[in-house]
């Protein structure tokens, strides 16, 4: 496995250092590192320890950074990179758009609280996006929308052979207070510093070094904190260091550390690696830091932007050294149990392991629903092949209902029928980019399912190469005369993927909560219209009415459910006033999630072609089914609970909606099947 840690400099600093453990740590466990940063004195110990690092400008916080994604693409393809792991803004949106459609995988390390919603939204796009803190965690999720099955919380680490346990007999003889942290106005220095002066009235041998660098745009605060300091008489008592790479050394002679940050910090590694020397910490409440601290056991803890209380705990650390000794004593036991390096590394490692093995898919089939239906075999065989992975499904809302209690899906995600739109596109869009899925598979394949698939931002895309296809990462030719599930496969198959059994299937439907108004065994099911739009596949109403004579007369045992939806309910009504005894009428009487029930009640379904007629073949009912304007080749699945009725004329498979034809000729290919053939098959399955 080869991991590419990318990130704007590879100058000293936390996320720095980090990135040299983590590189180091897994040179002799079969996972190697590569470094691409924009430079910085550190690039020499990562040579220095054979790491490599390319150098690249991925700190430009600029439109044009853009740019050099084919700069990375081409490291990758020589690295053989399999994990891209961002651990900053600007390289992430650079990592995350070269990884689509290649091999590496994209995860991100989260190392402050982000408050730009639009520069930083690319950190939570990582197929793993690991939080330091429960603080980071639950600003990512509440801020970001990350999902919680993406979000790991791994807190940063010390390296407890460097940083080394202080003989506490020369921390007590030390005069020296020790603040360490880049020089920012997020760090609250200022307080500190009006601290520090209240405390050197009775301790004037004390002396603050506050132990960090500023860029070049905080330097102005770095000159109002030495004005500060000169202003109140410090400049002898009141150091600054700069930049130190042996932090540890620094830390060796400390008789207490201070981090007065202001502003929520992510998990400073500051505060652990004074635990991790036994030196007493003093902290503001903030961020991560509340989850390292409790109180008064194995640190002080103290309100940000109070420079009388960081005063108050200085001075009674100095006052009491019994209470330094047991603060510095649980830190350490607590840094060894929670945050040595070998601990939180092999979490790391858990954490790539993971994103090589785990799959998050997302297949999309919005309609129609006998469409839907149909690709349930497709689900069952994603989710054969990644038993592990996440498998979602995107639908309208209105044909949820139907998938109660599928085992092949994880996750339902559902569209209001007016999808299409643009701003909606959108929206959905930005939702499925937080959930960062591995492959998204369109079966809709229309323009919109496209465009959704597209702007998602999935790792890859797949699908047919019509319409808008040239937007999906892998696309191929349709070939029309594939029936519907041979189609679903040849999409599946770029996944290595075949469905073995070609057949439609169903799981073992729940009870509905209200009781279907049906009693008896001996059920024969009529679907009495097709869709409202589809007038040319509805078999005639006489035919219908003949139909259920024929049965009633010769099978007097058997009762007959009327089905349908809210269009059918005005045919039913009449068809309930012809006949004696009157059919079962349910249309718009059941819902979705209902039918799955009332079919496997049926000995039998009779239906023109809808999305019944694959409900019903699915469950595993006879059924009878009528074609006309529609192929049955290209629309059903031949098994032998399905029988087709379908006449050879010249205007056969017109496709039309509402029949064209003059009146006499109106509706020929349905009126040709006649009740007297199909009541014939009825009894031929019926007695068999």
Not at 314 to 337: C, F, Q
Not at 540 to 549: D, T
Request: with cysteine.
């Amino acid at each position: 496995m080869k991991i590419m840690q990318i990130l704007p400099y590879m100058e000293i600093g936390g996320v720095e250092r980090g990135v040299i453990d983590l590189a180091t740590y897994f040179k002799d466990k079969d996972i190697q590192n590569i470094v691409v940063s924009g430079g910085g004195r550190l690039v020499e110990q990562l040579a220095a320890e054979g790491i490599p690092h390319y150098t690249l400008p991925v700190y430009k916080k600029s439109l044009f950074s853009f740019f050099l994604i084919s700069d990375l693409r081409k490291i990758l393809e020589k690295e053989h990179v399999d994990i891209i792991h961002a651990r900053s803004r600007v390289p992430g949106w650079i990592s995350f758009f070269a990884s689509r459609g290649r091999k590496a995988y994209f995860i991100t390390t989260i190392h402050g609280i982000y408050k730009s919603k639009s520069s930083s939204e690319v950190m939570g796009w990582g197929k793993f996006v690991i939080c330091p803190s429960k603080a980071v965690a639950r600003h990512m999720k509440e801020t970001f929308g990350v999902s919680e099955d993406k979000i790991v919380v791994i807190n940063r680490w010390v390296n407890l052979h460097k940083f080394t346990y202080t003989d506490p007999e020369i921390r007590k003889n030390s005069n020296i207070i020790v603040s360490v942290g880049r020089v920012s106005p997020s760090k609250g220095y200022e307080y500190l510093i009006e601290a520090f002066k209240k405390v050197m009235r009775n301790n004037p041998f004390l002396t603050l070094e506050i132990v960090g660098s500023a860029d070049k745009s905080k330097l102005d605060y770095l000159q109002h904190l030495k004005t500060l300091v000169n202003r109140y008489a410090l400049d002898r008592n009141v150091k600054f260091i700069g930049f130190r790479p042996d932090v540890e050394n620094v830390l060796s002679h400390a008789r207490m550390v201070i981090v007065p940050s202001v502003i929520d910090e992510a998990f400073p590694r500051s505060v652990l690696e004074a635990y991790a020397c036994g030196i007493p910490v003093i902290a503001t409440n903030v961020g991560g830091v509340s989850e390292i601290i409790e109180d008064n056991i194995d640190g002080i803890s103290v309100e940000p932007k109070n420079s009388e209380a960081i005063a108050n705990a200085m001075v009674k650390l100095l006052g009491d050294n019994t209470l330094a000794d047991t603060l510095a004593k649980n830190a350490r036991e607590k840094v060894e149990r929670l945050y040595s390096m070998e601990k939180c590394l092999k979490e790391t490692q858990a954490v790539y392991q993971k994103t090589i093995s785990y799959f998050r898919i997302l297949i999309i089939k919005i309609s129609s629903l006998g469409d839907l239906i149909l690709a349930i075999p497709s689900l069952k065989a994603l989710k054969e092949r990644f038993p592990e992975g996440k498998i979602c499904l995107l639908t309208l809302k209105q044909y949820a209902p139907i998938l109660y209690g599928c085992p092949y899906l994880d996750e339902v995600i559902t569209l209001d029928v007016d999808y299409k739109k643009f701003a909606n596109i959108k929206t959905v869009a930005r939702i499925l980019r937080r959930k960062g899925f591995d492959y998204i598979i369109d079966l809709q394949n229309n323009h919109a399912s496209h465009l959704i698939s597209y702007l998602s931002y999935p790792h890859y895309s797949l699908g047919y190469s019509l319409r808008w296809g040239f937007l999906l990462t892998k696309h191929i030719r349709t070939n029309h005369a594939d029936d519907p599930l041979t189609s679903q496969e040849r999409i599946l198959q770029l996944l290595g993927i075949s469905i073995a059994d070609k057949k439609l299937l169903f799981w073992e439907p729940k009870e509905p909560a209200a009781k279907l108004n049906i009693d008896g065994d001996n059920l024969i099911g009529i679907n009495i219209s097709a869709s409202k739009r589809w007038q040319s596949k509805n078999w005639p109403f006489a035919h219908v009415v003949n139909l259920i004579e024929l049965i009633y007369k010769h099978l007097p045992y058997y009762k007959v459910v009327l089905i349908g939806d809210e269009s059918a309910k005005e045919k039913a009504d009449k068809i309930e006033s012809y006949i004696t005894p009157r059919p079962v009428n349910l249309c718009a009487k059941t819902s979705l999630q209902d039918l799955p029930v009332l079919f496997s009640k049926l000995k039998l379904f009779i239906t023109p072609d809808t999305a019944t007629l694959h409900l019903a073949q699915a469950i595993g009912i006879p059924t009878i089914a009528f074609f006309g304007p529609t192929d049955p080749n290209r629309h059903t699945i031949k098994a032998n609970n399905l029988h087709i009725f379908c006449k050879d004329l010249l205007c056969s498979f017109c496709y039309s909606p509402q029949c064209k034809k003059k009146t006499e000729e109106k509706d020929l290919c349905m009126k040709k099947i006649t009740p007297q053939e199909v009541f014939a098959k009825i009894k031929e399955i019926l007695t068999d």
